[in-house]
């Protein structure tokens, strides 16, 4: 997979994020030198009207056609629509061909483009096979209408048996491990705000499979805990809470009184720097936010720092 830096999380463009401060914070982005754009054909069902999503990618299709030839790459997602308004998560799309298929022809449509870069499987569909999955995904890939596909909250055994799939039936394996990851560490086997899919939170046995399959790039995305390690408005859920963290915190703090950095900052750099490294998918709704977040994923630690931040 082509080497990322950060992804741009685009969850809210074309809902609370309008035209104007959507179109600024990517022409900023791309000056930067960021490339990849995230979103997902069901962002933000649960902000609109309708009950279904497809405004994200709306809007970059939108954008894209203000900006022809602009030098990015897109990540879209299906799977988690729902069927209908207030189904979700029980009543959603799910993996299977014919669903794919017609996800990605209104993803392509709403984004005005031939193809994306890289197609995630969104959520794990128990219905569908690993064989029928890869079988679907592969043969997007042989028709040139994606380039890449990944895998996202699903738990790293079953990662591990599509891409045995995928070999065993001369299919592309997927390139791309999607979760949820940050510094700061919920409570084990706690409920986790915001995240309704248990097994999207990146494990360590997910963090060694990435170690042990470097072709396999991990993205992780709620990376700066919607913005608690900065603001004071946005307190940590509870689940976040406890002396581990604490202690973590102690040691954020440090690192970036040193470095010059708000401790947000620190995290990016440390997600990007650490084994393995990782992408972080960062929201922001101003294109002072996205400078901030570049500098921070850029941003080099030393490995004085890193064992700072690992050792607590």
Do not use: C
């Amino acid at each position: 997979m082509d080497a990322a830096t950060m992804a741009l999380g685009t969850m809210y463009f074309g809902t609370r994020v309008d035209d104007r401060s959507a179109f600024a914070i990517l022409d900023r982005y791309v000056e930067l030198g960021g490339r990849w754009l995230d979103t997902s054909n069901n962002y933000s069902f649960w902000t609109s009207d309708t009950g279904f999503g497809g405004q994200s990618e709306a809007l970059l299709g939108r954008w894209l056609r203000a900006n022809p030839g602009v030098p990015v790459r897109i990540s879209t997602k299906v799977g988690a629509q729902p069927t209908r308004p207030g189904g979700f998560p029980d009543h959603i799309e799910g993996l299977g061909r014919d669903a794919v298929r017609h996800s990605l022809e209104a993803s392509l449509d709403r984004l005005g483009v031939d193809a994306v870069d890289l197609y995630w499987a969104h959520v794990e569909d128990p219905t569908v096979s690993v064989d029928d999955l890869v079988a679907t995904f592969g043969d997007l890939v042989a028709e040139g209408l994606v380039g890449r596909y990944g895998i996202s909250n699903h738990p790293s055994w079953l990662l591990e048996r599509i891409r045995s799939a995928a070999e065993r039936g001369g299919y592309p394996r997927p390139s791309g491990y999607q979760q949820r990851y940050s510094y700061f560490q919920p409570l084990p086997r706690q409920p986790v705000e915001g995240q309704p899919i248990p097994l999207g939170m990146l494990s360590d046995d997910g963090l060694d499979f990435l170690r042990r399959n470097p072709d396999v790039s991990g993205w992780v995305y709620t990376a700066t805990l919607l913005g608690a390690y900065d603001r004071t408005d946005r307190p940590l859920s509870e689940e976040y809470r406890h002396p581990g963290n604490q202690r973590r915190q102690t040691a954020l703090t440090a690192i970036a009184r040193e470095r010059g950095l708000r401790p947000g900052q620190v995290v990016l750099a440390w997600l990007a720097s650490g084994q393995p490294q990782l992408v972080p998918i960062v929201g922001v709704s101003t294109a002072e936010q996205v400078a901030q977040a570049w500098s921070g994923v850029t941003a080099k630690l030393t490995d004085d720092d890193m064992a700072a931040l690992d050792t607590v």
